[in-house]
């Protein structure tokens, strides 16, 4: 007996584990539950003397461990799981990881927000949740004006009255109160109306919020801006400037773009009403600015000659990898 225990321990000590085959013979050969070193020298132990057998018994134990414990450290340093090794093949071709598009909406709003850099326009941000004040009151549409309902709200919380923005001209509101003039500003983001879901409309769209405050600054300068702007995205196109009213500004406008032999509004827009200005502490004397709303979806329908609205969101790549950016 203290032969083979001799025997084992040389033997295990000489043993290198390189490979799974390896590590799996390893095992059969000390642990198999036939011819296993360690299981015969088990077997043996009812053949030698009762008062050797506890020492050679706890001997052998001893050694099942240090098996057991090479075993286990192979395989954490092999990272092998439920006894699979990952065997790494560096010939093996890789995954292939499929490159995404740009989607289309994000697309136009790259194209907006850079044809207005150009033009010394600066972009920011503003919240989706809105108070009362920012989304209505402070832009001149105090409260049971009949004008709140040209915009369906959804409301999070009533009294005070926290909502999610029916349009980014609340932004200009909150850039405007904490800022001075002169500034150019543009701001493109979500807004929420409670709409039906239809081909033409949705419960959340994208709009564009552009507004400029100077001296001097009047309707001739609003109107070249959307016609660079106009001609900028489409090239030469035929619009047209059409009276409107907007609580907000004044006087105001709607924009519409000749297109398949039919004019179609785009865009609300005009010179900023001086009571704004003045609920956000700008001298209306001395300035005056213009400002203007633009829905990106329905421009891009325009654009990308999209029938539905509703393809935007659904998330089809077979769709959305048809669009390919500039930037
Ligand atoms: N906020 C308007 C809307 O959601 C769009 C709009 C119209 C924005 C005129 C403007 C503007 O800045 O001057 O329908």
Known sequence: MDKKIY??????????????????????????????????????????????????????????????????????????????IIKFDPTFPGKSIEIGSIHPLSIIINRIIDIFQKIGFIYVDGPEIEDDWHNFTALNIPLFHPSRDMQDTFF?????????????SSVQIRYMKEH???????????????ETISSKSNFMFHQTEGFYIDKKVSFSDLKQTIHYL?????????IRFRPSYFP??????????????????????????PKVLENVNIDSEMYSGFAFGLGIERLSLMIYKIKDIRNYFENDIRFLKQFKSEF
């Open 7 to 84: 025997e084992i321990k040389k033997e295990l000590k000489c043993f290198h584990m390189k490979t799974y085959n390896n590590l799996e013979t390893f095992r059969i050969k000390f642990l198999g539950k036939k011819k296993g070193l360690l299981t015969i020298l088990f077997k043996e132990l009812n053949k030698i003397p009762i008062n050797k057998r506890k020492t050679f018994g706890k001997i052998i134990n001893e050694l099942k461990k240090e098996v057991q414990k090479k075993i286990d450290i192979f395989k954490h340093k092999n990272f092998i799981k439920n006894e699979k």
């Open 248 to 273: 907000f500004t004044e006087p105001s406008a709607e924009v519409d773009i000749y297109c398949n032999r039919e004019w179609l509004e785009i865009m609300g827009c005009g010179m900023i009403d």
């Open 180 to 194: 001075n003039p002169p500034f150019r500003v543009l701001s493109i983001g979500k807004v929420y109306r409670n």
């Open 230 to 238: 106009i001609n900028s995205l489409f090239g030469e196109e035929k």
């Open 156 to 168: 999070l919380h009533k009294t005070p009255d926290i909502l999610l923005r029916t349009h980014t």
